[in-house]
């Protein structure tokens, strides 16, 4: 190991540890050649040490634990620097780091899996203090596989007992959207395509709470439903300009990823604005399609609550129809929405309000529990040899299979 207390560029020997993206580097101060890239150390001396006593194998267990304390610490701390996290984050996560090393699950876990528990640790005080940060960003700060660090990341939880929010998406709307860039004028820029942040975010937030209460952010990933929903606020905000720009466009202008499933939570959102402005009488004569919804947005959200009662049938409404008389089942025909039908019959096509999953399932709705027969079942039954002998090679077939293996 001591091959490496000297520059082999230059031969210097002052080699510095550099955190680079909470990444440890061991750089020469010489040349600035990297002569090693993820080192989990702090010295280098660390490392070497290391080597010799394998930390599993150690009786002076204590000691070594320190040191691997030390370490982790040390990564949690560049970890939340790069982050810019306040002072009582940074606090909590080392809090959370010591907790953890002091279980015996965590303290023979791998290398690189105790880095991700940093991560982790820094995940769940930012979790508990509604900062927005997702777990995407400390995949790649961490250079992490996403299962992989949510694997830590549950362990943590259950072996802490730890009590963590979901991400706050108010919070997450806040700082997803300053990274957009356009709330100044730029050269790639058109002016008509600029927009105050107060004012998108504001809306933004609206749109999100109406996807919040129609089902459409549980279970789902919270990024992309906010990219859709901060593409609709800013469609709508000046719509004469900007229906014309799709949503690919808009994350490229504004200089942000656009998340594979934003395309479906626009359609998603689309289709239930589409349905609730079918509610207001002055919205259903214009005949709206689900790219022009976005331009009553502002009428929409401000008669939110009424809409959302109007267009989705209530769950009191529903049981009271289920214990009535019973409606023919496939709710195809209900899905539609039917603006042109008078107000009694419009009752009849509302539907309840329901996540998209149960609407369109992707696969055949699961087959009802097996019958009374099956269940009687107790596994003591006869087996006759008729039914094992089917499951035997006959004479043919395996001079067939012979044939068709000497092939190989
Ligand atoms: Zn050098």
């Given amino acids: 190991a001591g091959a490496m207390s000297r520059c082999p560029s230059c031969g210097s020997a002052a080699l510095v540890e550099d955190a680079h993206y909470a990444q440890q580097q061991l750089v020469c101060a010489a040349c600035g050649c990297v002569l ?20 599993s194998r150690s009786t002076g267990q204590r000691e070594q634990r320190s040191r691997c304390v030390q370490r982790g610490i040390k990564r949690v701390q560049d970890l939340c620097k790069v982050l810019q996290l306040p002072r009582v984050l940074e606090e909590m996560a080392v809090s959370y780091l010591e907790q953890a090393m002091a279980r015996p699950a965590f303290r023979l876990l ?64 806040k700082t997803h959207l300053n990274s957009f860039r356009l709330f100044q004028p730029a050269a790639d820029v058109p002016a008509q395509f600029v927009e105050d942040k107060e004012k998108l975010v504001a809306r933004t937030m609206q749109v999100v709470e109406l996807a919040a209460e129609t089902w ?14 901060a593409f609709l606020a800013w469609q709508s905000l000046q719509p004469a300009a900007r229906l014309a720009c799709g949503l690919a466009r808009f994350c490229k202008l504004a200089g942000v990823d656009l998340p594979p499933p934003a395309h479906l939570r626009l359609r998603e959102l689309q289709e239930i604005l589409l349905r609730m402005a079918s509610q207001l009488a002055w919205l259903r004569v214009l005949k709206l399609d689900e790219k022009r919804a976005a331009k009553h947005l502002g009428d929409i959200l401000q008669h939110r609550v009424f809409l959302l009662r109007k267009s989705f049938r209530a769950e009191e409404e529903e049981e009271e129809r289920v214990a009535g008389a019973p409606l023919p089942a496939g709710g195809d ?28 399932p992707r696969k055949r709705l699961r087959t009802a529990a097996p019958s009374a027969a099956e269940l009687a079942l107790t596994g003591d039954e006869p087996i006759s040899d008729s039914e094992i002998e089917q499951y035997l090679r006959g004479r043919d077939e395996e001079r067939e299979f012979r044939k068709a293996k000497a092939w190989k």
């Fill in 216 to 229: 459409l952010v549980t279970g789902r990933h919270p990024v992309p439903v906010v990219t859709a929903a």
């Fill in 36 to 55: 090693a890239e993820g080192l989990l150390t702090t010295t280098y001396s660390e490392e070497e040490q290391l080597r010799e006593v394998a930390f």
């Fill in 110 to 173: 791998s290398l690189d899996k105790k880095e991700l528990l940093g991560g982790c640790c820094v995940l769940v005080s930012c979790r508990q203090h509604s900062w927005p940060l997702t777990m995407g960003t400390v995949c790649s700060l961490l250079y992490a596989k996403a299962e992989l660090l949510a694997g830590v990341y549950r362990s943590l939880q259950t072996e802490l007992e730890l009590s963590v929010p979901a991400l706050g998406l108010a919070d997450l709307v």
């Fill in 333 to 360: 025909e209900q899905d539609k929405v039917r603006p042109s039908l008078g107000t009694e019959q419009q009752d009849e096509a509302r539907r309840p309000l329901l996540p998209p999953c149960l609407l369109k």
